[in-house]
């Protein structure tokens, strides 16, 4: 089956809002003061979360659970609590406060769920009086053009805030109810398809990296000689290594420094320039040189530990000088010529020493378990002749090349058809792209009851093998960087 191609709509008229512009003719554009009405939510503390209970949506979840739609709650309290929550109905908006960025302000999420739900404080929830499908509404109040203007609302410095009074003054397009199902028809369609495609992608990079991960562990732990004699290591994680190679506690190969920036000027090092970890959305790099004074330095060839997510492989070798924050671990080494940086950070992020981390990681609860300096180095490192270091680092830079390339193919296949989805969610809502007849020719289906098979068609710009639509996302998503 081959599904109609949207096109745009026949006629349109002037939006009267510059970041709609024209909508087709028959739509309307509407203030969300005008068609709904606003309150606020209020609720206990954490400490309320019970493992069974009502549903209950908190201020953090918008960040960190929901994007555009609440189909369940990661949240719950006991029945006893439930008065001092917010309750909400199905198709009711939240939108968050405060935030700390201004990307942040403009996140909002609608309710889908049919059963009795609760919400906390520090949000503002929206409740439509006229006849919105609630779908629609979590489509159109997250697309670009309603988070722009949500962005443009924001007031503050460290910490962004939105108010009800202007919230009341943002607009949308507002198409006929039927044409608002129509519209969640066919991008639920598409969604579903792109979700399936990443979650295939995702799978592959797992794979490659599992792959990647087994090629460096028996590097690093057995070196290159597969006929070299081998000898107990002595320790019952690491197994057997070869017999010329040395085991040595990690602290007699490095001193835990503490050296202090005395003018913050030096460069910030994000965990991602250490670790490949994504450091957090608000950097310290956003504060004033002035502000980094005390931070600690780092230099090339300083192990650097993330205490608190050693065992997430939050660490590795520094490989310039910079800043890092002072709750971290800085251990520099006390004869650097015997020690490759490569070798020793491969070394440290393999499976065997991650597990010890977390291991020699000591803390009231998981969430706050840290690896000391006394307990990190206490650990054995494997020590292979410095020629043979070198020999290990230039073979695993050739054997995980087209590893590695596949990774980040498949990663920015990712990013591309998200924002492929971003764009077509925009250009639907708002009218540019015209998908009633499109929605009509689609199969009926239950949700996420019925997976699509992959054999399934997908919507023009996405059509072809579900594992190559890549070209065509990365054609259009190309053209439009160029034409920008």
């Known amino acids: 089956m081959t599904l109609m191609t949207p096109h745009p709509y026949p006629a349109y008229k002037p939006s009267g809002v510059s970041w709609i512009e024209g909508v087709p003719e028959h739509w309307e554009v509407a203030q969300l003061g005008r068609i709904g009405v606003f309150f606020k939510g209020s609720g206990g503390t954490k ?17 960190t659970t929901h994007k555009s739609f609440i189909s369940q709650t990661r949240s719950f309290v006991s029945p006893t609590k439930a008065s001092a929550y917010t309750p909400i109905n199905r198709g009711d908006v939240l939108f968050p406060t405060s935030g700390e960025t201004i990307e942040e302000i403009g996140k909002s999420a609608v309710n889908l769920m049919h059963t009795k739900v609760l919400c906390g404080g520090d949000l503002i929830v929206f409740r439509p009086t006229i006849p919105i499908e609630p779908k629609f509404a979590g489509y159109v109040l997250d697309c670009p053009a309603a988070q722009t203007q949500k962005s443009l609302m924001g007031r503050g410095i ?29 991008l639920d369609y598409v969604d579903r398809r792109i979700r399936r495609y990443v979650s295939a992608k995702r799978k592959l990079i797992a794979l490659l990296e599992e792959e990647k991960q087994a090629i460096v562990n028996r590097a690093v732990t057995r070196g290159l000689d597969p006929n070299v004699r081998l000898k107990p290591s002595g320790v019952d994680w690491l197994g057997d290594v070869p017999e010329h190679w040395d085991v040595r506690r990690a602290k ?119 690896l000391y300096p006394e307990s990190f180095l206490d650990i054995p490192l494997l020590c292979p002749p410095s020629i043979e270091q070198r020999a290990i680092v230039e073979y695993l830079d ?14 920015r296949q990712i990013e591309l058809v998200q924002e492929y989805r971003t764009r077509l969610i925009a250009d639907v809502v708002t009218g540019k792209l015209d998908v009633r007849e499109a929605a009509a020719q689609l199969p009926d289906e239950d949700g996420d009851q019925n997976p699509i098979e992959e054999s399934d068609p997908l919507p023009d710009g996405l059509s072809g093998d579900l594992y190559d639509i890549d070209e065509a996302v990365e054609d259009s998503v190309v053209g439009q960087e160029v034409t920008a």
């Open 398 to 411: 050739k054997a995980t090349a087209g590893i590695n390339a596949a990774i980040a193919r498949a990663r």
């Open 158 to 186: 460290t910490i962004m805030h939105i108010y009800t009074g202007q919230l009341k003054n943002l607009w949308l397009p507002l198409p006929p109810l039927p044409e608002q199902r129509a519209i969640v028809r066919y």
């Open 47 to 63: 400490d309320d979360e019970v493992h069974e209970g009502i549903p209950c949506v908190r201020y953090g979840d918008l960040y």
């Open 252 to 370: 007699f190969l490095y001193r835990e420094v503490d050296e202090r920036s005395k003018t913050g000027t030096e460069e910030l090092m994000s965990v991602s320039h250490i670790t490949g970890v994504t450091p957090r959305k608000k950097s310290v790099t956003m504060f004033k040189a002035e502000s980094n004074i005390g931070y600690k330095l780092c230099r090339l060839g300083d192990i650097v530990i993330n205490t608190m997510w050693a065992f997430m492989a939050a660490l590795g070798v520094a490989r310039q000088t910079g800043l890092v924050s002072p709750s971290y671990g800085v251990y520099r080494p006390l004869n650097a010529e015997s020690l490759s940086h490569d070798y020793i950070d491969s070394l440290l992020r393999i499976e065997a020493y991650r597990t010890n981390y977390l291991i020699r990681s000591t803390g009231i609860t998981s969430s706050r378990l840290r």
